[in-house]
C-alpha cells in the first residue's frame, strides 16, 4: 500500500492561498493537513476558522486537523460542521483525554492523538485501540521547517508494536521534518501517513514531489 500523504499548508503563502489548494487537488495527496496553533499551548499563531472554511469551499481532499491548541473540545463540532474529516489533538493538552477521544467520534470525525517528541508511547496504552491515529511529532511543534528529531523512528517502531500487541487499528502519521531521506526510514519504522508542508512547497514541482513520497 503506498504512503498516505497529508500535506501541511502551514508553509505556503496565504496571499496565495487558492494557488496552493489547487497544487494539492491536482496532486496525488490523499489528506489535506491543517496546523491550527493558538499561540498558547505553541509558541505560535497559524490560522482559525475563517481559513479552515476558506479552504473548505475549495479543498478535493478530506481536511486533516491537528489542532495544536488548549481546551482542543470547544473547537469539535465547528470543525465537523466545516467537513473536517480527522480532528487530532495532543495528549499534553488533553486531562481527559478518553472522552475527548469520544466527543470527536460522537461528532462523526476521526480521531488521533499527537505526542510532543518528549511524551513516551506507553502512555497511550489503555486508549490505543480507541484511536483511528496516532501523530508523532518528528520536530517540537510550533513552527515549520524544522531539523528532524532522530529519535522519532524508533518511537514510530515503539507504537506500532503497541498498536499491534492490542490489535489496535489506528494509523501512525508523522509530521516534522519529512522529507525523500527521512521519510524512507519513517516508513520503513512503521509510518503509514508522511505530513509535508515546506518539503512540498518549496520543491520546483510539488505535485511530483508528493507523488514521489506517496512511492515511499
Given at each position: 500500500?503506498?504512503?498516505?500523504?497529508?500535506?501541511?499548508?502551514?508553509?505556503?503563502?496565504?496571499?496565495?492561498?487558492?494557488?496552493?489548494?489547487d497544487?494539492?487537488?491536482?496532486?496525488?495527496?490523499?489528506?489535506?493537513?491543517l496546523?491550527?496553533?493558538?499561540?498558547?499551548?505553541?509558541?505560535?499563531?497559524?490560522?482559525?476558522?475563517?481559513?479552515?472554511?476558506?479552504?473548505?469551499?475549495?479543498?478535493?481532499?478530506?481536511?486533516?486537523?491537528?489542532?495544536?491548541?488548549?481546551?482542543?473540545?470547544?473547537?469539535?463540532?465547528?470543525?465537523?460542521?466545516?467537513?473536517?474529516?480527522?480532528?487530532?489533538v495532543?495528549?499534553?493538552?488533553?486531562?481527559?483525554?478518553?472522552?475527548?477521544?469520544?466527543?470527536?467520534?460522537?461528532?462523526?470525525?476521526?480521531?488521533g492523538?499527537?505526542?510532543?517528541?518528549?511524551?513516551?508511547?506507553?502512555?497511550?496504552?489503555?486508549?490505543?485501540?480507541?484511536?483511528?491515529?496516532?501523530?508523532?511529532?518528528?520536530?517540537?511543534?510550533?513552527?515549520?521547517?524544522?531539523?528532524?528529531?532522530?529519535?522519532?523512528?524508533?518511537?514510530?517502531?515503539?507504537?506500532?508494536?503497541?498498536?499491534?500487541?492490542?490489535?489496535?487499528?489506528?494509523?501512525?502519521?508523522?509530521?516534522?521534518?519529512?522529507?525523500?531521506?527521512?521519510?524512507?526510514?519513517?516508513?520503513?519504522?512503521?509510518?503509514?501517513?508522511?505530513?509535508?508542508?515546506?518539503?512540498?512547497?518549496?520543491?520546483?514541482?510539488?505535485?511530483?514531489?508528493?507523488?514521489?513520497?506517496?512511492?515511499?
Open positions: 500500500m503506498n504512503t498516505i500523504l497529508s500535506p501541511s499548508i502551514l508553509s505556503v503563502d496565504f496571499t496565495n492561498l487558492q494557488q496552493s489548494i497544487i494539492v487537488n491536482r496532486s496525488e495527496a490523499d489528506w489535506l493537513h496546523d491550527v496553533m493558538d499561540g498558547v499551548f505553541v509558541p505560535n499563531l497559524s490560522f482559525g476558522f475563517p481559513i479552515i472554511e476558506s479552504v473548505a469551499k475549495t479543498t478535493q481532499k478530506p481536511m486533516d486537523a491537528h489542532l495544536m491548541v488548549i481546551e482542543p473540545d470547544k473547537y469539535i463540532n465547528r470543525l465537523r460542521d466545516l467537513g473536517v474529516s480527522r480532528v487530532t495532543h495528549y499534553e493538552a488533553c486531562p481527559h483525554l478518553h472522552r475527548t477521544i469520544q466527543a470527536i467520534q460522537k461528532a462523526g470525525m476521526k480521531a492523538v499527537a505526542l510532543n517528541p518528549h511524551t513516551s508511547v506507553p502512555l497511550l496504552t489503555d486508549v490505543i485501540t480507541d484511536l483511528d491515529l496516532v501523530l508523532i511529532m518528528s520536530v517540537n511543534p510550533g513552527y515549520g521547517g524544522q531539523t528532524f528529531i532522530e529519535n522519532s523512528c524508533p518511537k514510530i517502531a515503539r507504537l506500532k508494536a503497541l498498536i499491534e500487541s492490542q490489535h489496535a487499528s489506528a494509523l501512525i502519521q508523522v509530521d516534522g521534518g519529512v522529507n525523500f531521506e527521512t521519510g524512507r526510514r519513517l516508513v520503513d519504522s512503521g509510518a503509514n501517513v508522511l505530513v509535508a508542508g515546506s518539503f512540498v512547497f518549496s520543491s520546483t514541482d510539488p505535485v511530483d514531489t508528493i507523488s514521489k513520497l506517496k512511492q515511499l
